[in-house]
């Protein structure tokens, strides 16, 4: 008999069906036994009128009819006329994935997270993310950004410092990519508007609930634009789209999580770095140190206001000093102190840092020496600006970021299949 797929079961209804799953629970009461039954699109209770020898977390094949149940939380029952266990659990599971919610703490569930993966509630974060992930490249190509795939095995580090990995390359030493920066620039003077969904890494030793030190970056660069207000316009309308598309077909995985998702506005306030400061400290009692552009706590903070002035769960906050940005950030004509560029925060996080590049060779080279930075390593970068690079600018954005905080999750590790942090190399 042909599959059936949990999700369609009523496409079923009064019919014999097999499908084919996993047992997610048990309850045996003697002469009838309750399973429940889980595959890849939801779960299903079988009932069984005979004692079976089967375990929390074997794989079956189950047969019977299918009926209407008011009672089940899928409206339907299956009355189990034979079931086939295809493949055994050699000793019992070491956690117990067999509640609604999975009570584990962040240490043990990514010690078994082969396991833990298996539960419907942590299975819900990935389908969510995949759905973040097909919205913004859907969303990229209909603003007419083109896909590309940059290396992520360098010459040389793309956002200097000392926050990149080295690696053995042959005879020579190579770096794991910080960002596709580099390549993100070239491309816009070939392309004009390229986006790229790939990999980061960032060798910093931190311990925060959100921070890895390889993510999934979603990255994107444009050409011809007038100030890095057009590039943080578009993020802001990308994102709007993306919103809008999470919460029509991630409504099962947002329930699950009892997550209003939050609106993007049409217009994303803007607030000034220094505006901001002030403000938290006026309004909250919160001083940022003046070591730091912004602290976790300011962050928050900054995130409070904007809800409580604008009803917006996002703030851009910009004119970073130009201390803090990188070298091939715009310094602002006006204070060149403070860079063209922005940090946008959702609920009170960082998740998209932007703005203008300089694309002047002259201004390039001169802003790197300000900087003490050598270019040495960087010519195939840098000698592209020779040749008419438009006015461009940019974003990178962090999925995980973005997922953590639409389900209030605690550490950012919970968004990422199997996180790499300080100390975390497998599994």
């Given at each position: ?30 002469n ?22 089967v ?16 009672r ?53 974060i ?94 994107a ?35 699950l ?14 607030i ?11 309004e909250?009692?919160?001083e ?140």
């Open positions: 008999m042909e599959r059936a797929l949990i999700g369609k079961i009523f496409e079923y209804e009064n019919k014999q069906a097999t499908i084919k799953g996993r047992v997610f629970n048990i309850r045996n009461l003697g009838i036994v309750f399973l429940v039954i889980q595959d890849y699109t939801g779960t299903i209770q079988v009932v069984v009128d005979k004692s079976i020898e375990k929390t977390g074997d794989a079956v094949v189950v047969t019977g009819l299918v009926k209407k149940d008011a089940a939380k899928s409206g339907f029952e299956i009355k189990g006329d034979k079931l086939e266990v295809v493949s055994k659990n050699i000793e019992d599971l070491p956690i117990d994935l067999s509640k609604e919610d999975i009570n584990l703490n962040l240490a043990t569930l990514l010690d078994y997270r082969p396991l833990s993966l298996r539960h419907p509630k942590v299975q819900s990935f389908k969510l993310y995949d759905i973040l992930l097909k919205s913004y490249e859907r969303v990229m190509r209909e603003y007419d950004f083109t896909e590309i795939k940059t290396p992520k095995i360098l010459g040389t580090a793309t956002e200097g410092g000392a926050n990149f990995f080295k690696v053995k390359y042959f005879d020579k030493e190579a770096t794991l990519a910080q960002s596709p920066q580099f390549y993100k620039q070239i491309m816009v003077g070939v392309l004009e508007r390229v986006f790229e969904v790939g990999s980061v890494f960032r060798a910093e030793p931190h311990f925060t609930t959100r921070h890895v030190n390889e993510y999934i970056g979603l990255d660069e444009l050409g011809f634009i007038s100030d890095f207000y057009d590039v943080a316009k578009i993020l802001n309308k990308v994102l709007k789209e993306m919103f809008l598309e999470l919460e029509k077909e991630g409504k099962p995985y947002l329930d999580y009892n997550i209003e998702l939050s609106k993007v506005p049409d217009e994303i306030p803007f000034k770095l220094s505006e901001i400061k002030k403000i938290i400290k006026e909250y009692g919160h940022v140190s003046e070591g730091t552009d912004i602290d976790p706590k300011g962050e928050e903070l900054a995130g409070k206001y904007a809800k409580e002035k604008f009803n917006s769960d996002f703030v851009f906050i910009t004119h970073y000093p130009w201390r803090d940005r990188p070298f091939y950030t715009m310094p602002d004509s006006t204070n060149p102190e403070e860079t063209c560029g922005f940090d946008l925060l959702y609920k009170g996080l960082e998740i998209a840092t932007g703005g203008q590049r300089i694309h002047n060779y002259e201004e390039l080279m001169a802003n790197m020496k300000k900087k003490g930075i050598k270019p040495k390593g960087m010519e195939f970068y840098l000698d592209v600006f020779k040749y008419a690079i438009p006015p461009h600018g940019g974003w990178g954005m962090g999925s995980e970021r973005i997922i953590k905080q639409i389900l209030n999750l605690e550490s950012i590790k919970e968004a990422i299949l199997f996180p790499r942090d300080v100390k975390r190399l497998i599994p």
